[in-house]
């Protein structure tokens, strides 16, 4: 199955940490830095949707990488995917945002590493 092509291409949760977990591809989280703190998947990438429309850099960590993008509930990440593959950068959105991601029972931690909610 092709999750990653041009476009706002956009996949489920489940999709997007078999991605991020196999290590073919960068999860970023485009919320910003209060929400993180509060609950992230673990081993996501910090860059709020703020940064990234004024700045074309991306953390080292995410550079040459597909990027599988998340924010809350879906419409940031969405945004963020559409300008990063405007871009040249392969990326993906996950739908429902780290709301769905939790529903789903996939991880939640917060910045000290301890179980985390989404905010």
């Not at 041009?6 to 196999?22: I, K, L, S």
């Not at 700045?55 to 990027?67: M, S, T, V, W």
């Not at 419409?75 to 780290?98: C, F, N, Y």
């Amino acid at each position: 199955m092709l999750l990653f092509r041009r476009g706002t291409a956009r996949v489920t949760p489940a999709q997007a940490y078999q991605r991020t977990t196999d290590g073919d591809a960068v999860l970023l989280d485009v919320r910003e830095q209060v929400e993180w703190k509060a609950g992230h998947a673990p081993g996501a990438v910090l860059v709020p949707l703020s940064r990234l429309v004024t700045d074309k850099a991306l953390p080292a960590a995410a550079e040459g990488r597909p990027l599988v993008v998340i924010c809350r509930s879906g419409h940031r990440s969405r945004q963020a995917a559409k300008l990063l593959t405007e871009r040249g950068v392969e990326a993906v959105d996950v739908k429902g945002g780290m709301n769905a991601w939790a529903s789903a029972g996939l991880p939640v931690v917060d910045d000290r590493g301890s179980s985390g909610r989404t905010a």
